[in-house]
């Protein structure tokens, strides 16, 4: 199976007053140019291109932060991290993420008032990060959400809630897409309401805390004991 029909699925949706498409649409007070939509979608499908085939852990969570897809692309990923990646005048581009380019698409002020230097920086995302390149290889995982778009309260893109369970449903199309990407990978639930959308589409997967809200290190300890149970069947 190639990318395109997943990339179809999750370029479809419109966005609204409540829900952002950060891969289809731009965001007029916090975009830094009218060119972010595609430099995310970039980003995406080479982060994803570059694990078909390898990834042989799906870490699934429940919807994207503002802190993180809607700017850089990638499922529990900041933007920030990845434009270091891409190296400095200090220190050599590395490949954790994806090679190639990497683009900043966050503007330099937000619409909250804060000031963004240095691109936008979600704490779970580098929880995350820090715990699955503690115990393997980047590209030996994928990360991705049970809805795929980023749900905000109305009018207010930077904020984050909880998506709907109508719109949990509206997105399990786009959800098994992903996830027939790669039928060879151990599948993992980060918090409740992902387990529960993964056991509505009659799929199991391990469950495991999701880091925010003081949960890191239950997740850390969770994910090494699941990764050390699969190398000592």
Known sequence: MTLTPFLDLLHARISSSTVFNPWRDTDPLNDASPAAPQH???????????RRNRAHWILIAEAPGYQGAKFSGCAMTS????????GSQNAA???RFFSGKKFRTSGTLL??????????????ATMVWNTMLGLGHSHDFVLWNAFAWHPHHPLSPLTNRTPTDAELESGKETLRAFLALFPQGHLV??????????ASLGISAHPVRHPANGGGRLFHQQMRELLAASANP
């Open 189 to 198: 639930a980060i918090g409740r309401k992902s387990q529960a959308t993964l």
């Open 93 to 95: 581009p590395t490949q």
């Open 111 to 124: 619409s909250n008032g804060r000031q963004n230097p240095a691109g936008a920086l979600e704490p779970t």
């Open 79 to 86: 933007e920030r991290r990845l434009l270091e990646d891409a």
């Open 40 to 50: 995310r979608l970039s980003h995406l499908t080479r982060y994803l291109e570059e």
